[in-house]
Nanobody, 124 residues
Framework: QVQLVESGGGLVQPGASLRLSCAASTRSFSSYAMGWFRQAPGKEREFVAAISRTGANTYYADSVKGRFTISRDNAKNTMYLQMNSLKPEDTAVYYC?????????????????WGQGTQVTVSS
């Protein structure tokens, strides 16, 4: 069982930045690929970014490419999502997820464990 806890969400103005963190309660963190997903009100949950177990490979949704950066610190069992140039359409609950494999994937069904989410609201 892997427990994931997201933090760092909040209310910001358009153009601002936020950094989300996802802390994992497992000694095998470095074995897992990780991902970020989000769900906006009235919409289905969607892929945002994914990172392989070593961090060598990363993937992004087209909507966030160039603005968001996914990273991880295996020594701290933590994954991050740096979000810059935030837009109102980025408003959503952001979830982190872990995959019992080292290779990153973009599909929700590829992930085994999920956090409870952190709210990000971008509004003026």
């Amino acid at each position: 069982q892997v427990q994931l806890v997201e933090s760092g969400g909040g209310l910001v103005q358009p153009g601002a930045s936020l950094r989300l963190s996802c802390a994992a309660s497992t000694r095998s963190f470095s074995s897992y690929a990780m991902g970020w997903f989000r769900q906006a009100p009235g919409k289905e949950r969607e892929f945002v970014a994914a990172i392989s177990r070593t961090g060598a490979n990363t993937y992004y949704a087209d909507s966030v490419k160039g603005r968001f950066t996914i990273s991880r610190d295996n020594a701290k069992n933590t994954m991050y999502l740096q979000m810059n140039s935030l837009k109102p359409e980025d408003t959503a609950v952001y979830y982190c997820a872990s995959r019992s494999s080292g290779s990153a994937r973009t599909g929700q069904g590829d992930y085994d464990y999920w956090g409870q989410g952190t709210q990000v609201t971008v509004s003026s």
